[in-house]
């Protein structure tokens, strides 16, 4: 038997934020974030796990509308750039996407990773030099989740030069940006990811990507691909 697993209601909670995290661009409010609030986001993101218990993150907590409307300039430029990807419909489909709320949202914050931290020889990074990086993005995740529990909206700004970016906030030469984040109450949480519903993607089946063993290679647990397969809400 179990004992380590967490009520129904609390287990529920979480796969309910999982399951309801969205990307929020447009529907941002302007009511302030309370201080205790926001300071319980950045608990749960310091809480992420990370490599080698490096904790290579910081966070940049940005109110100023000045450092708000340099960096929106350069997502306008790099945004640009962007669009000369697509061509046609998808051009035109990319043009009508709100892809950013740098200045709608009353707090913009700059998750960094410090490429330094923990010292040359952290235990664990020896041979994938970038857990760093993907330490970081946990911690991200882990803010995104917490923010959603709040009825708080996030949304990644990733149109943006990295090396620019790290110029307009003064980060040392040896931090790097990993996530420029909007946070913000909002009208409302979308009941489908904004980019399903505009029809730019949707989501992949669960069952497309599962292999067994070595890549490419079919699952031959049937009752693990009946469960799959099955009709489910739990995400």
Not at 62 to 86: C, G, H, M, P, Q
Not at 204 to 230: F, I, Y
Request: hydrophobic share 40%.
């Amino acid at each position: 038997m179990n004992h380590h697993g967490f009520p129904d209601e609390q287990r529920e909670g979480l796969y309910r934020a999982i399951r309801e995290r969205r990307d929020v661009r447009s529907q941002f409010l302007p009511d302030p974030i309370a201080p205790d609030v926001l300071v319980r986001l950045l608990r749960a993101a310091h809480h992420a796990p990370s490599v080698g218990f490096m904790q290579p993150w910081d966070f940049l907590v940005i109110d100023s509308i000045e450092i708000k409307r340099a960096v929106k300039t350069l997502y306008e430029e790099a945004n640009a750039d962007a669009a000369a990807n697509y061509t046609d419909e998808r051009a035109v489909l990319y043009r009508r996407l709100k892809l950013e709320g740098i200045v709608d949202s009353p707090i913009n914050l700059c998750i960094t990773c410090d490429r330094q931290r923990g010292g040359p020889h952290v235990l664990g990074r020896n041979t994938m030099l970038e857990t760093d990086l993907f330490s970081t993005c946990l911690a991200v995740q882990n803010l995104w989740l917490a923010a959603r529990a709040e009825g708080i909206g996030v949304g990644w700004v990733s149109i943006v030069d990295p090396t620019q970016l790290a110029q307009t906030l003064n980060l040392p030469s040896h931090v790097q940006p990993v996530a420029y984040l909007c946070l913000g109450y909002v009208s409302e949480f979308l009941p489908r990811p904004e980019l399903e519903i505009a029809g730019w993607r949707s989501r992949l089946p669960l069952e497309q990507l599962l292999h067994g063993n070595t890549w490419g290679h079919a699952l031959d647990n049937e009752a693990l691909m009946a469960a799959v397969r099955a009709p489910s809400d739990a995400i």
